[in-house]
């Protein structure tokens, strides 16, 4: 039985954006969450010295596990068996073997709507049942103890992202717990997406691991450390489910690429280089939380992490995909509809990707800023 999932809209967007570009059009591309910058100094350095004298074979770097437990003693005070790390091209293929190991065909997986694209569509291609929530301001977003109290019946699991994407909203400390302790209480598996740890501007990132050890872990190299196209990720799989998930791998994926896990472990002493960027992503983020409201656009969520805001412009428009080419021919400045990560409200919702220079968000700002203004006053 094949099962029918959407393409990114998105997409539909980013194309048309690397077509005005070629034409020499001045484009920004705020429509994709991922960094303008590459991947660390020193990762590029040992991945050019390993290019010369490995033959990157199959492989699963057990120093790179080994670091990756390391900084979960360093950042959170969690003592992981390297053995539980699991490496990955990243964190979608991590996602589906989360989901494959701790599901059954059928399940029924719950998670927040607005969310990352993938929940739905890898759930729905492996013949999960997603169960969408409709999350609103009130809980920024963001899944609830309540709601999870409240299902009936309950899900067999969750999915869960603090900083999420579209909307950058971070679960407070407490809720997390409250959280954990429902799952627990009612057997709700928890997979929990990591991805954008790292990049938070006031608030705490504890990772779910603290209040449940049976949670699978999701994360990547694709954020934080800036490595999205080096094509790699782990999983923190639950002591009884590392070896299902290395099996998995295995038979899906084989190993990850050799040179990006050479270049990884380098990364993973780069704090400096990569803090710069958060205080990049944070200049940009309060650049736009100063403009948006100018441009009539007040019903925001501030971002306590990651690089988007979630913008409701459901006064200007019910067409977001539409709008948004519309911002794209006009003006330049590639967004991305809401529709992808939300398919019941998304047609009146956009998200803005300020994970460029700053330069470049101002740059920006004051291209939209008139468009916006003409737009309102006709
Ligand atoms: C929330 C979330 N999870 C997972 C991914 C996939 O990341 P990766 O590049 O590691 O596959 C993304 C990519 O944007 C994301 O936003």
Known sequence: MTTRIEPFKAIAISELAHRLKAEGKPVIHMEFGQPSTGAPKAAIETAHRVLDSDAMSYWESAPLRARIAAQYRETYGLDIAPERVVLTAGASPALLLAMLAGFEAGDRIAMARPGYVAYRNTSR???????????????????????????????????????????????????????????????????????????????????????????FIVNSFSKYYSMVGWRLGWIIAPEDKADTVRAYRGNLFLTPPSLSQHAALAAMDCHKELEAHVQTYRANRAALLEALPRMGLSSIAPPDGAFYIWADIGHLTDNSLAFCERLLRDTFVATAPGLDFDPVNGHRFMRFSFAVSTPEVKEAISRMEPWFAALRGS
């Open 125 to 215: 291609a492996i013949h999960l049942q997603p169960v969408e929530i409709d999350c609103g301001p009130e809980t920024r977003y963001q899944l609830s103890a309540q709601m999870l109290a409240e299902m009936d019946p309950a899900p067999a699991g969750i999915i869960i992202a603090s900083p999420a994407n579209p909307t950058g909203t971070i679960l407070p400390p407490e809720e997390l717990a409250a959280i954990a302790e429902v799952c627990k209480a009612r057997g709700i598996r928890i997979i929990s997406d990591e991805i954008y740890h790292g990049i938070a501007y006031d608030k705490p990132t504890p990772s779910v691991l603290e209040f449940d050890d049976g949670a």
